[in-house]
Nanobody, 127 residues
Framework: QLQLVESGGGLVQPGGSLRLSCAAS????????IGWFRQAPGKEREGVSC????????NHADSVKGRFTISRDNAKNTVYLQMNHLKPEDTAIYYC????????????????????WGQGTQVTVSS
């Protein structure tokens, strides 16, 4: 079965850190750009970050710039989201997804559509 599986979520105090992992099952990630998304109760799904196929280009939402870092290890078929200086506002279910991004006029753009999605992992930031 072709799917993505997230892990690494949990309960953390404000200011703490977590590293989320996104692993592929049934296919290799080295042909896909990967995006991280999150959705909090009562709010719309938000794009958090994305990374190009090679890992050479990344994008991060303004709300997480300087705190979150996306990376990938294609040899391990895994993508990571390092989350530092966590805030209560970061509380959400986090999803990873695989799609096709691209470059335009010197800028890297996250995929517009994603073919594969994970089931999500809960991140709760609370004291």
């Amino acid at each position: 079965q072709l799917q993505l599986v997230e892990s690494g979520g949990g309960l953390v105090q404000p200011g703490g850190s977590l590293r989320l992992s996104c692993a592929a099952s049934g296919f290799t990630l080295d042909y896909y750009a990967i995006g991280w998304f999150r959705q909090a109760p009562g709010k719309e799904r938000e794009g958090v970050s994305c990374i190009s196929v090679s890992g050479g280009s990344t994008n991060h939402a303004d709300s997480v710039k300087g705190r979150f870092t996306i990376s990938r290890d294609n040899a391990k078929n895994t993508v990571y989201l390092q989350m530092n200086h966590l805030k209560p506002e970061d509380t959400a279910i986090y999803y990873c997804a695989a799609g096709s991004g691209g470059y335009y006029s010197g800028r890297y753009y996250c995929p517009e559509e994603y073919k594969y999605w994970g089931q999500g992992t809960q991140v709760t930031v609370s004291s």
